[in-house]
């Protein structure tokens, strides 16, 4: 049995104002999982760049 996965990449960009870094990776994956997202990876090159998610779910 195979499955197919469907994949989503997500930036998030670091701000000074508003909410924080962690409130916002917070939010926005609570919201994808909400819709049957699973997170596969994340990166990020320095403190002060965007974030990358990469998500996944089963298609």
Do not use: C
Not at 8 to 24: A, H, I, K, N
Not at 34 to 43: H, I, K, P, R
């Amino acid at each position: 049995m195979s499955n197919r996965w469907s994949y989503q990449v997500l930036e998030l960009t670091p701000s000074m104002l508003g909410p924080s870094m962690s409130e916002q990776l917070s939010d926005e994956l609570n919201r994808l999982g909400e819709q049957g997202w699973e997170l596969v990876s994340m990166t990020q090159i320095t403190p002060f760049d965007h974030v990358r998610l990469v998500l996944k779910k089963e298609a």
